[in-house]
T-cell receptor, first 115, second 107 residues
Framework: DAGVIQSPRHEVTEMGQEVTLRCKPI?????LFWYRQTMMRGLELLIY????????DSGMPEDRFSAKMPNASFSTLKIQPSEPRDSAVYFC?????????????FGPGTRLTVL | QQPVQSPQAVILREGEDAVINCSSS?????VHWYRQKHGEAPVFLMI?????EQKGHEKISASFNEKKQQSSLYLTASQLSYSGTYFCGTGGNQFYFGTGTSLTVIP
């Protein structure tokens, strides 16, 4: 298996622009997670899906952030408009069955820089 | 709500042992342990479940005190490859990663 795939790996954009991050989970995994990692706040869970349905988005920082999972093999995290404080590494992860009882497999991450 | 890890950083010589602690203020169903090397994604080490079940790598050992909502990761006979940042993750009503422990193993 190819593992969790994320694109792009690096993104540099200017403040106010729309940013879309993409994720393909491991086939057969029914949970998908989006995390953000910064030096100040560490690893934060933003939102997670079960069978393509958003279950908990309480970690999404603001309305500027939105996430979708149109099918079992694709998810997006969108920031519109982007701000410099959104600069971070964004990880997507997937797991089988119950999210708190099984290993999460992380993608390589997208390093976002907002100028 | 973010679990607190201690120590924040530790430096070991090859072959030495280390213990990393994770403490939560919330009731827990599970504790996860991950290691992240610089510039890479976190990699799973093990899960400890309420009731005593554990899943993970045979060479890693850990404990989970459900009453105290604490977990400890035991690294024995450390190798250079053990260097990285260790995170606990706690599953209760939500999932939170801990503050992280930077571990450096030197020759």
């Amino acid at each position: 298996d190819a593992g969790v795939i994320q694109s792009p790996r690096h993104e540099v954009t200017e403040m106010g622009q729309e940013v879309t991050l993409r994720c393909k989970p491991i086939s057969g995994h029914d949970y998908l997670f989006w995390y953000r990692q910064t030096m100040m706040r560490g690893l934060e869970l933003l939102i997670y899906f079960n069978n393509n349905v958003p279950i908990d988005d309480s970690g999404m920082p603001e309305d500027r952030f939105s996430a979708k999972m149109p099918n079992a093999s694709f998810s997006t995290l969108k920031i519109q408009p982007s701000e410099p404080r959104d600069s971070a590494v964004y990880f997507c992860a997937s797991s089988q069955q119950g999210p708190w009882y099984n290993e999460q497999f992380f993608g390589p991450g997208t390093r976002l820089t907002v100028l | 709500q973010q679990p607190v890890q201690s120590p924040q950083a530790v430096i070991l010589r090859e072959g030495e042992d280390a213990v990393i602690n994770c403490s939560s203020s919330k009731a827990l169903y599970s504790v996860h342990w991950y290691r992240q090397k610089h510039g890479e994604a976190p990699v799973f080490l093990m899960i400890l479940l309420k009731g005593g079940e554990q899943k993970g790598h045979e060479k890693i050992s850990a404990s989970f005190n459900e009453k105290k909502q604490q977990s400890s990761l035991y690294l024995t006979a450390s190798q250079l490859s053990y260097s990285g940042t260790y995170f606990c993750g706690t599953g209760g009503n939500q999932f939170y990663f801990g503050t992280g422990t930077s571990l450096t193993v030197i020759p």
